[in-house]
T-cell receptor, first 113, second 111 residues
């Protein structure tokens, strides 16, 4: 069964600290993996997208890694800011079709001063 | 460039009523997707429209339906509303295999 699991479910960190969010998936075949940031009351916004051959991709203070062999991805946030408080959603795509997007339930990150 | 816009922002209905949610995609995008995001749950795929045709639907009952207009905007209709339909309904648009861009959703509350 195609699944995407994220951990932790929630996380609280101090402003300025780093953190790493995890995503494990069983989706096969695999096309790409995306990380989205969803602020409260807003729609998800794409942070990174990685294909099978990419191991790392950065977007400012956000760095995503992908190990396609172990079917694991991580999102590392450096020097966290209060504005990083949001839900982070991992989305894994199979090669074709809109319902071939598999969503994790997200990690709720809270950055406190 | 204007993003995906959804209306209304909030919608309050009672059980048994019907709700209509609207979505305008990014200019040039031909595909529109609808998702349901219930509290504490991940996004659940509802419907995919492309070039005016329904291409696929998720595991939802037939009372969830929609359409896409010639200008690529879309409506999601939910009939015979039930309490468990309370959720954030997100619309996304894309062109071809490009990543989806999401709107900010419609918060549907069923009393």
């Amino acid at each position: 069964k195609n699944q995407v699991e994220q951990s932790p479910q929630s996380l609280i960190i101090l402003e300025g600290k780093n953190c790493t969010l995890q995503c494990n998936y069983t989706v096969s075949p695999f096309s790409n993996l995306r990380w989205y940031k969803q602020d409260t009351g807003r729609g998800p916004v794409s942070l990174t997208i990685m294909t099978f051959s990419e191991n790392t991709k950065s977007n400012g203070r956000y760095t995503a890694t992908l190990d396609a062999d172990t079917k694991q991805s991580s999102l590392h946030i450096t020097a966290s800011q209060l504005s990083d408080s949001a839900s982070y959603i991992c989305v894994v795509s199979a090669p074709t079709g809109a319902n071939n997007l598999f969503f994790g339930t997200g990690t709720r990150l809270t950055v406190i001063p | 460039e204007a993003g995906v816009t959804q209306s209304p922002t909030h919608l309050i209905k009672t059980r048994g009523q019907q709700a209509t949610l609207r979505c305008s995609p990014i200019s040039g995008h031909t595909s529109v997707y609808w998702y349901q995001q219930a509290l504490g749950l991940g996004l659940q795929f509802l419907l995919w429209y492309d070039e005016g045709e329904e291409r696929n639907r998720g595991n939802f009952p037939p009372r969830f339906s929609g359409r896409q207009f010639p200008n690529y905007s879309s409506e999601l209709n939910v009939n015979a509303l039930e309490l468990e339909d309370s959720a954030l309904y997100l619309c996304a648009s894309s062109y071809g295999n490009q990543p989806q861009h999401f709107g900010d959703g419609t918060r549907l509350s069923i009393l």
